[in-house]
């Protein structure tokens, strides 16, 4: 059974003769109403996350990504059908990726999750008010839809897709890709990852107090937003430096405090969750202490970098392991790293660092706070371009 | 013959001893045991509240013991509601006889020493079913040993067998019997079934246990439950709590019902799940639950996820601490981009 929540209902991969072009005004007309209704203080205040969302959708937002999407060499036009399968938790994701797809030219259809949350019914509300004062062709090409398990919609959505975008880890590639595609078609997938935080001693004692404290707060957001669950969230700190214990001592301190102000609560269950994976991690020699100063901040000490978790330990679960230098780390690395927060270092430490990876792993290197914020740049990709074809014109 | 016999002090006293030497005993025997004491600052303690708990999902996610593998003699095993997360329990000779013979004793505290003409509220299929052998069959099997001239209330396709029972009833009702099942099972089959035929349970102990879930969503309370059991005449109804990590240790219902009493050799510890102190009596919290049976694998301190509260101390059928169970706690669950997919077609 399909639930149709946005555009029309109907024959999802029945041919169409609706032509949209790369940067097309009436999807740029749209996505700036779009972006306004989530920028109203109402709704940012309910929910923050959604605020970053309609920023990213602002029409200058929009026209730099346009610009992005041209191409020196050849013409560039939309890639024609895309099927978008986001995750079921993070609630924003489907926009970002819709929307970048929709102002390519696509016609989209976006299978909504069914246990998508409040976030995701204030988008489709917002998404439907905007809707109706909109172009139709927004309407006939643009389709969000809902459905259980039904192998026969995400079948024929596939053979329908040129690019079929799926989210949601390694289980969910692997479920989606027993679809075949068409020979002409492809997949842009967004698997399981696993993302650091490294913090500079020298950098954190050379740091003010409120530089120091400005830094928590954005490592908090970084962490506590998701449950410490989304794919970019940091799971253990690399202490960076000799003898880093009194900057990993101030830094849990402080991490307290903040987490306490910003009001994130973890529940019994969260805490038993958190002990049951600290517990676990001690047991096989993972970590040679654990601290669990209140249920939102679980301490552990590595004893070595390869031991990092690389799943989900719970929300507030923090490994910490002190190396001398951010290349100390690059062997540790792999494919499946993708977001490096960072806080206190140069430049050219930076720099070094992310050379010394040569891409074999690592996505995006970020400061602390910034871990989230969605960019057209993701999981090593540039969507605009992978949303979009080229045709060479040689005179 | 009764082993709920010490006062909460009196009781406190020999635990403390002997769960520090278990404590002790674990650490030099089971190496994981050791890392996560070491990791967490283990301190000898001062109360049976200060010992160190173990979450009871570890013997889920680890292969704990504290015997060598030429001595493990039984490996017991629960069905998690998952199926792919299962306990694994390891007992040797001494630990596999000593937990039949405390639950024995516990049982025959309200049963009397002599074992009793026996109604299982449960089909003898169900021992064939391999998926629910685990948990459901270990419990009726092992309780099954407490009595004799077994009948079983269902037929193998997990209907009433009315004639069974009445037959029964006509040999052994004149006398104590004992009537064993899990609770719901023991609502749906035997106490409708019962009210509509008529049929004198007033001879009958029942020792009843599994979740009330089913119960509550039927809207049945636990008080509820006793009182329309004794409508139908069965008056002495004892519930109990216990689990497989803890085998041979249950709690159980005192006489006048309503609240678990621990026997001597075990306990509870009512957690705040903020501060993780004990609470004090009335307010809820985590149950843990302690006992000195498990020598061959450290289960004696275990963190549960079910949620409980002391009543009352030294004041009822029994000595000791009273309590309920309350629920569980609802298992964590991320909201991250990864592994949130379970329903992808």
């Known amino acids: 059974m399909i639930q149709y929540r946005f555009g029309v209902?109907?024959?999802?991969?029945?041919?169409?003769?609706?032509?949209?072009?790369?940067?097309?005004?009436?999807?740029?007309?749209?996505?700036?109403?779009?972006?306004?209704?989530?920028?109203?203080?109402?709704?940012?205040?309910?929910?923050?996350?959604?605020?970053?969302?309609?920023?990213?959708?602002?029409?200058?937002?929009?026209?730099?990504?346009v610009e992005h999407m041209q191409h020196d060499n050849a013409l560039v036009f939309p890639r024609g059908n895309v099927f978008h399968i986001p995750p079921a938790n993070v609630d924003t994701i489907f926009v970002y990726s819709w929307a970048l797809s929709a102002l390519a030219?696509?016609?989209?259809?976006?299978?909504?999750?069914?246990?998508?949350?409040t976030a995701a019914e204030t988008i489709l509300t917002a998404l439907n008010e905007v809707l109706a004062d909109a172009d139709p062709v927004i309407a006939r090409t643009q389709r969000m839809i809902t459905y259980g398990r039904d192998d026969k919609v995400t079948a024929a959505l596939s053979q329908w897709a040129d690019l079929r975008v799926i989210w949601g880890g390694d289980s969910a590639v692997e479920a989606i890709r027993k679809h075949p595609l068409r020979p002409s078609a492809r997949d842009l997938t967004f698997p399981d990852r696993t993302s650091w935080a490294a913090l500079s001693a020298d950098g954190w004692r050379a740091a003010d107090p409120a530089q120091r404290r400005a830094a928590v707060l954005g490592f908090t957001n970084d962490s506590y937003w998701f449950d410490q669950a989304a794919c970019s969230s940091p799971r253990t700190v690399f202490l960076v430096g000799d003898d880093t214990n009194d900057v990993r001592e101030e830094f849990v301190t402080l991490l307290l405090e903040t987490v306490g102000q910003r009001g994130w609560e973890i529940d019994a269950a969260m805490a038993v969750e958190k002990r049951v994976n600290a517990y676990g991690m001690a047991a096989t020699g993972a970590i040679s202490a654990m601290e669990f100063p209140a249920n939102s901040v679980t301490a552990m000490s590595l004893i070595t970098v390869p031991d990092a978790p690389r799943r989900w330990i719970g929300a507030g679960a923090f490994p910490f392991a002190q190396v001398s230098s951010l290349l100390e780390l690059v062997p540790a690395m792999n494919r499946q790293d993708q977001t490096f927060s960072h806080f206190g270092f140069s430049h050219e430490q930076l720099r070094e660092f992310a050379l010394a990876l040569g891409g074999r792993g690592v996505d995006r290197i970020v400061p602390f706070g910034s871990a989230l914020t969605f960019g057209s740049l993701w999981d090593g990709y540039d969507l605009p371009r992978e949303f979009t074809r080229l045709t060479t014109l040689v005179e | 013959?009764?082993?709920?016999?010490?006062?909460?002090?009196?009781?406190?006293?020999?635990?403390?001893?002997?769960?520090?030497?278990?404590?002790?005993?674990?650490?030099?025997?089971?190496?994981?045991?050791?890392?996560?004491?070491?990791?967490?600052?283990?301190?000898?303690?001062?109360?049976?509240?200060?010992?160190?708990?173990?979450?009871?999902?570890?013997?889920?996610?680890?292969?704990?013991?504290?015997?060598p593998d030429d001595e493990v003699y039984k490996v017991l095993t629960s069905s998690g509601t998952t199926g792919a997360e299962v306990s694994k329990i390891y007992l040797d000779k001494a630990a596999a006889a000593e937990q039949t013979r405390k639950l024995g004793a516990t049982v025959q505290s309200v049963l009397g020493p002599k074992r009793l003409p026996m109604i299982l509220v449960d089909t003898k299929a169900m021992l064939k079913d391999r998926k629910s052998f685990s948990a459901r069959g270990a419990g009726v099997l092992g309780m099954s040993n407490f009595g004799r001239n077994h009948v079983w209330a269902l037929d193998n396709e997990g209907h009433v067998d009315v004639e069974a029972l009445k037959g029964f009833l006509e040999q052994y009702g004149d006398e104590p019997f004992l009537i064993f099942g899990f609770t719901y099972l023991v609502w749906l089959h035997l106490y409708e079934v019962a009210r509509d035929n008529g049929l004198d349970l007033s001879n009958g102990i029942l020792i009843h246990s599994g979740g009330w879930k089913k119960l509550i969503d039927q809207a049945v309370s636990p008080?509820?439950?006793?009182?329309?059991?004794?409508?139908?005449?069965?008056?002495?109804?004892?519930?109990?709590?216990?689990?497989?990590?803890?085998?041979?240790?249950?709690?159980?219902?005192?006489?006048?019902?309503?609240?678990?009493?621990?026997?001597?050799?075990?306990?509870?510890?009512?957690?705040?799940?903020?501060?993780?102190?004990?609470?004090?009596?009335?307010?809820?919290?985590?149950?843990?639950?302690?006992?000195?049976?498990?020598?061959?694998?450290?289960?004696?301190?275990?963190?549960t996820e079910d949620q409980g509260v002391v009543h009352g101390v030294d004041d009822g059928d029994w000595p000791g601490k009273r309590f309920s169970v309350l629920g569980r706690l609802p298992r964590a669950e991320a909201r991250g981009c990864s592994d949130t997919y379970r329903e992808a077609a």
Not at chain 1, 108 to 115: D, G, L, P, T, Y
Not at chain 2, 270 to 286: A, H, S
Request: charged content about 25%.
């Open chain 2, 1 to 67: 013959m009764s082993v709920f016999t010490l006062p909460q002090a009196a009781k406190e006293e020999v635990l403390l001893k002997e769960l520090s030497a278990l404590t002790e005993h674990h650490r030099e025997n089971c190496e994981p045991y050791a890392r996560i004491l070491a990791a967490s600052g283990y301190q000898p303690a001062s109360s049976v509240a200060g010992l160190p708990w173990l979450p009871v999902r570890l013997f889920k996610n680890l292969e704990l013991k504290s015997i």
């Open chain 1, 9 to 65: 209902e109907g024959d999802l991969t029945a041919p169409s003769d609706d032509r949209l072009t790369v940067g097309d005004p009436r999807v740029i007309d749209f996505l700036g109403k779009l972006a306004r209704k989530l920028l109203a203080p109402a709704v940012a205040r309910r929910h923050p996350e959604l605020g970053s969302l309609g920023f990213f959708l602002r029409p200058a937002e929009l026209h730099r990504a």
């Open chain 1, 105 to 117: 030219g696509n016609h989209n259809v976006v299978r909504i999750s069914e246990r998508s949350a």
């Open chain 2, 223 to 303: 008080e509820e439950f006793r009182a329309r059991l004794s409508g139908v005449g069965l008056t002495k109804v004892h519930n109990y709590y216990g689990m497989i990590e803890q085998i041979g240790t249950i709690f159980l219902e005192g006489p006048t019902g309503g609240s678990l009493y621990c026997p001597d050799f075990a306990d509870v510890v009512i957690r705040d799940p903020e501060t993780w102190e004990e609470q004090p009596v009335g307010k809820p919290g985590l149950i843990e639950v302690i006992s000195t049976l498990p020598t061959s694998y450290p289960g004696h301190v275990l963190l």
